[in-house]
Structure formats: structure tokens, C-alpha cells
């Protein structure tokens, strides 16, 4: 067997050659993270033959996310490693030395002892579901900010179209009012027809011919400011708002497109959707990483803190949220959920809140739960079943 050891960074790669008695057959050399780099990495490996070639490279977020789908539609065996173990090995040296040209060595001499996932058409998808899940996550922020700044405005120009609209500014006849007339001084200068015509199209009949009357009066007395700037402000925040919300749609599609091919039984679990779905499974990756419940459940920086001091024992302990943050989020999203879909999660939830413990805490209890099914459905491949 060939052992390609790669050592990913993020503008330049270095990789070496071993064969299985540990000889070198092609030394440490450097390759650009770009096409023309790809092509040297094939030029100078192209002589081995693909199916007795194994590349090995450590899990370093996404710098090597473009490597792997390159050298996966070129048909080799990838083995992606943790660096935890290649740091175990440098240990075993006196030296401890560590450069990207020995470090190429030790994740081929790792990989040559087995400790790798070997990456599959799945895997492929997962990344891709994890690229998706969080860029839609810094979307929804963005979009949020937005919200709180449309609102802001609104504050200043025409307070007293929150109670008109019951508190919901949100609405998409709010916003279609005023994407045509942006200050309460336009609203109370329009013809009422026209405002009833609006109201009425864009509501499903929900707002009448009565309601466009108190909207104008409201305009008319309003406290706001008459500042011009705000009104634009609002237009064109509307604007960026619609745009994103487009963009939400475009992403979710794409996701639940991957999700239907991948089939994954998370989406057996009540209450867990395939935005859910797809955040909990992408964060996880490869289920083997985790030979127990434990490891996953501290994986997702649920499990609790420790707090020893002497002889000192805290009875009471925080969750140490040590882990992924995109992770646990989507978890104690899903227990929420799960609590309200299952009669035996609900049951268990408040036998915990009957034992004294607050809201947040025995939703805690029911995330560890959760894990644990979560890694029996994943490992098993089954469907859940609990009643």
C-alpha cells in the first residue's frame, strides 16, 4: 500500500510519500492550494496506482475541503485523521519536533496503522450540508440585524404603527405599505381607496376599508420625526430583507435536495425537520468518531463542568459548552421540540422539572437524552422508536 500524507494549511500544502514498510518514496514537497497546486500533487503521485494509494489528512476545518473534493472526483481513497492523534505520535518522539514536512510523515505513519475515516460519497454531502447550514446561520443573523434596525426606525418615524399592526411590523403588508409610502406625512396625503386597495390585497381581505380610515388618521397625528433619510433607510432596508429571505429559501431548498438523498433516520426523530436534520448530522460528520454516548454528548458541549477544589465536590454544575456551538444549539432546539412531539420525552421532562429542577435544566437532561438516541440512530441506522 501507498501512504500519501497531506498537511493542510490554508494557501500552501506539503505532502509526502511512504510505502507500507516505511520507506520514502517521494519526499516532503510543498503544493499551492489552487488548480495549478492540485496539478502538481497529481503529477507527482500520478506513476502509483489509484486503488493501492491511500491519502491521509488531518480534519482542519475547511481548508481542506477543496483538496478532498478534488482528490475524490480523481477517484482516491482519502482517510481524514484527527489531529489528536498525530500529536500522540510527535509525543512518542524525544524531540517532539514538529514542522509541515515531518508532520507529513506522521499522518501517512497514521493512517498506515488504520486510525482514519475513509471518506465516502456521504461525507462529500455532509460537508457540502455543513457549508449550507452555516452559512444560513450567518443569513438568519444578518437578517435579524436588519429586523432590529427596520423596527429602530420605525420607532422614530411612526411609533403608532405597532399597535396597528398588533406588534407584528413583520407582516408582508406592513412591509408592502411601506415600500410605496414610507412616512406616516405620504400615508395621510394618500386617498384613502388607495390605502384600503393595498391593505386589502396584500392582508387576504384581513384589513377593510375601516382600517385604511384609523391607519390614516394614526398617520396624521403621529409623533414620529419627519426625516426623509429614515424613509429611504426603510426602503431600502425592506429591500435587503426580501433579498434574504429569498436567499433563506435558495438554501433550504439546496438542503433538503442533500437531506433526500442521504436518507438519514434523524429525520424519524419528532419534532427534528430537515433544517434541524441537517445542522445535528453535519456537525457531527462521521458517527464513528465516537465510540460512546459520552464522547458525542461532550463532543456538543453538553456534558457538565467539573468544579473540584480539595475536598470540595460542587453538587451543582453548569454544562461545560465546550463543544460545537452550531451543534448544541441544534440539539436543545430538537429537545425542545421533542418534549412537545413525544409522549415519553414529555413525561420525562417533568418528572425531571417535578424533582425541583428549573426549565433550562431538565431540558439539559432531555439533550443528553436526545444524544444518546441521536448516536444509536446514526450508528445503527434505524429508525427512532420510543413510546
Same mark, same amino acid.
Given at each position: 500500500? =501507498? $501512504? ?5 494549511? #490554508? ?48 480534519? *482542519? ?7 478532498? $473534493? ?18 500522540? /505520535? ?5 524531540? #517532539? ?18 486510525? $482514519?475515516?475513509?471518506?465516502?460519497? #456521504? ?8 457549508? !449550507? ?6 443569513? =438568519?443573523?444578518?437578517? *435579524? ?15 403608532? !404603527? ?8 413583520? !407582516? ?38 375601516? @382600517? ?7 398617520? #396624521? ?10 424613509? =429611504? ?10 433579498? /434574504?429571505?429569498?436567499?433563506? &429559501? ?17 429525520? *424519524?426523530?419528532?419534532?427534528?425537520? +430537515?433544517? /434541524? ?13 465516537? %465510540? ?6 461532550? +463532543?456538543?458541549?453538553? @456534558? ?22 452550531? /451543534? ?12 412537545? &412531539? ?5 413525561? $420525562? ?8 429542577? %428549573?426549565?433550562? &435544566? ?14 444509536? !440512530? ?10
Amino acid at each position: 500500500m =501507498i $501512504y500519501i500524507g497531506i498537511d493542510i494549511a #490554508k494557501f500552501t500544502h506539503f505532502a509526502s510519500v511512504v510505502n507500507s514498510d516505511g520507506e520514502v518514496l517521494i519526499k516532503p514537497f510543498s503544493f499551492e492550494n489552487s488548480r495549478k497546486g492540485f496539478d502538481l500533487l497529481l503529477s507527482k503521485i500520478k506513476d502509483f496506482d489509484k486503488s493501492n494509494c491511500l491519502v491521509g489528512l488531518e480534519s *482542519t476545518g475547511h481548508y481542506g475541503d477543496n483538496l478532498i $473534493y478534488f482528490l475524490f472526483n480523481e477517484n482516491y481513497k482519502i482517510g481524514l485523521i484527527n489531529a489528536i492523534q498525530t500529536n500522540s /505520535l510527535r509525543n512518542t518522539n524525544i524531540r #517532539k519536533t514538529k514542522n509541515d514536512k515531518i508532520d507529513t510523515f506522521l499522518i501517512a505513519k497514521c493512517i498506515s496503522l488504520g486510525n $482514519y475515516s475513509l471518506i465516502k460519497q #456521504k461525507d462529500i454531502e455532509i460537508i457540502k450540508l455543513r457549508t !449550507l447550514c452555516r452559512f444560513r446561520e450567518d443569513v =438568519i443573523f444578518h437578517q *435579524t440585524k436588519l429586523k432590529v434596525q427596520y423596527v429602530n426606525c420605525l420607532d422614530q418615524i411612526f411609533l403608532e !404603527l405597532y399597535h396597528f399592526f398588533k406588534g407584528n411590523l413583520h !407582516l408582508k403588508t406592513c412591509y408592502e405599505l411601506l415600500r410605496k409610502y414610507s412616512s406616516p406625512e405620504i400615508i395621510a396625503h394618500t386617498r384613502i381607496d388607495a390605502l384600503t386597495n393595498i391593505l386589502h390585497r396584500n392582508s387576504r381581505g384581513h384589513y377593510s376599508y375601516n @382600517d385604511a380610515i384609523i391607519l390614516k388618521d394614526l398617520a #396624521k397625528h403621529s409623533i414620529g420625526v419627519n426625516n426623509p433619510a429614515i424613509s =429611504i433607510q426603510i426602503k431600502y432596508l425592506i429591500e435587503q430583507l426580501d433579498l /434574504l429571505k429569498e436567499q433563506i &429559501n435558495g438554501i433550504d431548498n439546496n438542503i433538503k435536495e442533500i437531506m433526500d438523498k442521504l436518507d438519514n433516520p434523524i429525520l *424519524t426523530v419528532p419534532g427534528i425537520g +430537515y433544517i /434541524l436534520g441537517a445542522m445535528i448530522i453535519s456537525e457531527i460528520g462521521d458517527i464513528k468518531r465516537f %465510540s460512546n454516548s459520552h464522547k458525542l454528548i461532550a +463532543y456538543a458541549g453538553i @456534558d457538565p463542568s467539573v468544579r473540584q477544589f480539595g475536598n470540595f465536590n460542587a453538587s451543582t454544575t453548569r454544562i461545560s459548552k465546550r463543544g460545537s456551538s452550531h /451543534l448544541r444549539y441544534a440539539i436543545y432546539r430538537a429537545s425542545f421540540l421533542l418534549v412537545y &412531539n413525544n409522549d415519553v420525552i414529555y413525561k $420525562y421532562y417533568t418528572t425531571k422539572r417535578s424533582q425541583g429542577k %428549573s426549565h433550562t &435544566n431538565a431540558l439539559g437532561h432531555v439533550a443528553g437524552k436526545l444524544t444518546r438516541i441521536i448516536l444509536k !440512530l446514526l450508528t445503527e441506522n434505524t429508525v427512532f422508536s420510543l413510546s
